[in-house]
């Protein structure tokens, strides 16, 4: 392999010309920056030098082979010995965040999920914060994910012994404490520096199933790796790439990792339109001249997307991969009964009913206000045991799993709220996070009188007003605090 020398490096540093030092190595990127999901500035702003350190706080080094063709990689970078490592200097933001993690509440002082999303709303950077919380468009999606649990009230039984109260369930066949599991969610390095291995050893250790990202920030060889039971249950989720091959490949590795499910997501045919994150990608990232670039940046994410992921993705695709995979086919992203019921036709081992967070979509509807109808156009169908059926989307009370269990499904999911518990307290605060929904999941089954998953029924739930979107809601005023200032440990008496 060529030395290029840094001097020549550096020439290459316009987007029709564009090279970049990873690990050592120099990488011509010219074709694939309208491609990058994360947007053509990032690596615009390292155009001609050296991106190792920025890369390596999103992405594992395996991302490199799995998307890049091999000539992209055009010779070795000059060693420079001469020029000291510079240091990078401490920013305003460097220092909020520093003083906001020495004021954080102890880790016995989180209540419930939305304390978790107070603590990482004040030390995560803003960038981290913006793309982790933010939803699509005006955000009505998002907030309606958890919103609609508020118009399901609970029927509850009484004079039922409930002494022992068993919450174990299967999931695709394999057991898990409670029903519940850990979504994907990309760029985990950017809450905690360990990223999805956190997620591993909390769900190792809670007994739930961690679903792996595509996006990852450690390659699925380290998140499986990091396992702490050998046996322990991990499920992958796939966007699909547009050049099949690589998808195989991902699929066909995931499968010889041991791991249990394939996910694969169907509702990011091209990226939902975060403003907040977009906003806080303005601000805090890159040099002024290249600030005009995001300003136009809506299609160029729309381009990006469509660059990776493959937007022919249809029904067909089904056969394909079965014919690849043994795995149990599982879609998510599922947002209708008439999509729940090709699911069941083309033969997938479950779904997941979920409109990404609110991510895409903006007024997609709310999984749990669709989950009832999807089960009963399986039952009318005749199909309501040939699949399983998953929801996830503002679930963030051990009462919202209860309701989703009564509804139909077979267990939910949860997205941001591990991204904010590793953020603050790493794999303590997942462990943490996890026992609080398993405690509030615990508590609702005996108030309710139901002993075992299977107890918990349709009647238990009374969802006349689930449809009425125009009917006042509670206000959440717990979850409307992680929008406003946390008091700082010690000020409590101020109050
Ligand atoms: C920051 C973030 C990144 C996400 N990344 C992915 C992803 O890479 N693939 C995917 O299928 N879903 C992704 N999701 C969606 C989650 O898997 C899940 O559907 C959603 O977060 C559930 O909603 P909740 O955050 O209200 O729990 C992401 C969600 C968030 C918040």
Redesign the pocket.
Known sequence: MATISLQEIAQHDKKDDLWVILYGKVYDLTQFLPEHPGGQKIILKFAGKDATKAFERQHPPSIIDQYLSPDVCIGQAEVNNEEEELQEEETEEDKRVKLAREKMPRLEEMYNTFDFESVAKNILKADAWG???SGANDEIS?RE??NAFHRIWLRPRVMVDVANIDMTTKMLGDKTSFPLYI?????NKMAHPDGEKTLAVAAGNQGVIQ?I???ASYSIDDIVGARIHPDQPQWF?L?VHKDRSIAKRMVEHAESKGIKGL?I?VD?ATLGRREKDMRQKYVHEGPAELQGEELNREGGVATASSGIIDMTLNWKDIAWFKSITKLPIVL??IQTWEDAVLAARYGCAGI?I??????QLDFAPSPIEILPEVMDALKREGLENSLEVYI?????RGSDIFKAIALGAKGV?????T?YAMAGYGFKGVEKLLQLYQDELEMCMRLMGARTIADIKPEMVDTRNLKDHFVANPTDYLAKNAYEKMVPRGNISKL
Request: glycine content about 18%; overall charge positive.
């Open positions: 793309y982790f919380n998002m994910n958890h979504s994907a969610t990309a760029l679903m990202p595509t996006l989720q966007y996910f997501t990011t998510k992203g997941v979920s409109n990404h967070g609110g991510r996830d989307g503002g679930i963030r999911g949860i997205g941001r709220p991204l």
